[in-house]
């Protein structure tokens, strides 16, 4: 369908949608604006018209399509403009159409490579886009200012801009190798996006195990809080605003999230609170999974006004997303291996049954004064009562042990009923006194399936040129010495 403009107007354009409604809303809107305006309601339609006329202008109005499918086709669109300027019309939801599409105009020579001409004095950007809901008179303006500068230039200062590009990567790189756990990579990540120029604000938000978000780090201008505004800092996916806030609806749905303006989120309250603290526009980045599946969570950014982002740009908060996936996936492995080595730590220190170091543990603490004591006539308990009892003894008569011992002090499993306590920095008076404390609370103790049990006990300080064997040899000899003096006792070992 073709529209004549207003007198005097030689511009031409072709405005894409599938939306009979959105066509009628351009048209009337913007037609005066182009000398001629062709309508598209399809991808097809749009390939045919570009086959034919090359007009000064293509506006793709990218909602009601979708990425999985659409993109080649719309890729092709853009290829075909052959350098001339493309408007893209993007809902916030869907950003990532911008650095997607970009790329595809860069692959086929649309534009120029900034990084490749860095010492140009001027940069053309063929493809511009702009954020969508958008009030029927900033739709005109923007389609106005595309025809009358349909190429304008990036200034010469665009070596400076690409090396602090480059740096911000730098600073994030050097972030994955120093932070080993994600809360440090997390605030290391916000300090430098709030390097980039207009950043009021960077945070990150993160998956938990149970699949909903928390937030992870924040740095922002002073009084402006996140949690303040989404009423709350973990389960962020119940959050009132997770329909409107960017950097929730990357975290939620993996896609790009850019509002240009605030009020295109249908959430004043929100805009408001906002721009109390200087912020115009929001963006949200997720941070991608390892596979198929939702993302690790999503960096959120608010500036302090509407920016166009250059395609470079755009690629270098797609990679600082990526790189953050690994570091926080590197810290994942970190904390896995630490808490791998952790367990097997722990399965060859520590007694199954009791919970108390085993021996071969024991052996390697040792330290200045141990006290061993024997459960008496445990194989009575075991003949009489059964084995699980006996069990049930042994955890009570270590439960009741630790509670009277204290931090520094060791607990030993190092028999079937034999159990040693390595007391570093401990007199033999002292040992004596913490041996008869241990043997009143065992005596005292209410024990499941028994009526009380007691125990011998043997305490023995280290000699100044003795080894861990002779010394647990005179503790034996004690215990064994206390069983014979009537049991339920305390012997001190004889140097």
Not at 66 to 85: E, K, N, T
Not at 197 to 224: F, I
Not at 355 to 375: Q, S, T
Request: glycine residues 10%.
């Amino acid at each position: 369908m073709s529209q004549q403009g207003r007198e005097g107007r030689t511009s031409t354009g072709i405005y894409l949608s599938p939306m009979a409604q959105r066509r009628a809303e351009f048209e009337g809107a913007c037609a005066p604006l182009f000398a001629q305006l062709e309508l598209a309601d399809g991808i097809d339609a749009a390939a045919a018209l570009l086959a034919v006329h090359q007009p000064d202008l293509l506006v793709l109005d990218l909602d009601c399509f979708a990425p999985s499918i659409d993109l080649a086709a719309l890729s092709a669109l853009v290829a075909m403009r052959g350098g001339a300027p493309t408007l893209l019309l993007c809902p916030f939801g869907s950003a990532g159409w911008i650095p997607a599409l970009m790329a595809a105009g860069a692959d086929a020579g649309a534009s120029s490579d900034p990084i490749a001409h860095a010492n140009d004095d001027t940069i053309s950007y063929a493809i511009s886009y702009a954020i969508t809901p958008a009030p029927s008179e900033r739709l005109r303006a923007l389609v106005e200012a595309q025809l009358d500068a349909p190429a304008a230039g990036v200034a010469g200062g665009e070596r400076d801009r690409l090396q602090g590009l480059l740096a911000l990567r730098a600073r994030v790189q050097a972030t994955l190798r120093e932070a080993e756990d994600a809360p440090r990579l997390a605030e290391a990540l916000c300090e430098a996006l709030r390097g980039w120029p207009g950043v009021l604000h960077a945070a990150v938000l993160r998956r938990q195990a149970d699949g909903d978000l928390q937030m992870e780090a924040q740095d922002g201008v002073p009084g402006l809080l996140l949690g303040g505004l989404l009423q709350r800092t973990d389960r962020l996916l119940q959050a009132p605003l997770r329909h409107a806030f960017p950097g929730l609806l990357a975290a939620a749905g993996g896609e790009l999230v850019l509002l240009e303006d605030l009020d295109q989120a249908g959430e004043p309250a929100m805009a408001a609170a906002l721009r109390a603290h200087g912020v115009e526009s929001a963006l949200g980045v997720p941070i991608p999974a390892d596979g198929p599946g939702a993302p690790r969570g999503a960096l959120s950014l608010l500036m302090d006004g509407m920016r166009a982002w250059s395609r470079d740009e755009w690629e270098t908060l797609l990679d600082i997303a990526r790189l953050a996936a690994a570091g926080f996936r590197m810290a994942e492995l970190h904390l896995e291996n630490e808490t791998l080595l952790a367990r097997l730590t722990h399965v060859s220190t520590v007694d199954a049954l009791t919970g108390a170091a085993n021996r071969r543990h024991g052996e390697e603490l040792l330290e200045k004064e141990m006290l061993g004591f024997d459960i008496d006539r445990f194989k009575v308990i075991n003949d009489s009562y059964g084995y699980p009892v006996g069990d049930v003894v042994l955890r009570t008569v270590a439960d009741v042990v630790r509670a009277v011992l204290r931090t520094s002090d060791v607990l030993v499993r190092s028999g079937g009923q034999e159990f040693q306590i390595l007391a570093p920095h401990t007199s033999a008076i002292d040992g004596l006194k913490m041996a008869e404390k241990i043997r009143q609370a065992i005596a005292q103790a209410a024990i499941p399936g028994v009526d009380h049990v007691t125990v011998s006990i043997g305490v023995a300080q280290l000699g100044e040129q003795e080894n861990a064997d002779s010394l647990a040899q005179r503790v034996d000899a004690a215990v064994r010495r206390a069983k014979r003096a009537g049991r339920n006792c305390v012997e001190l070992a004889m140097q």
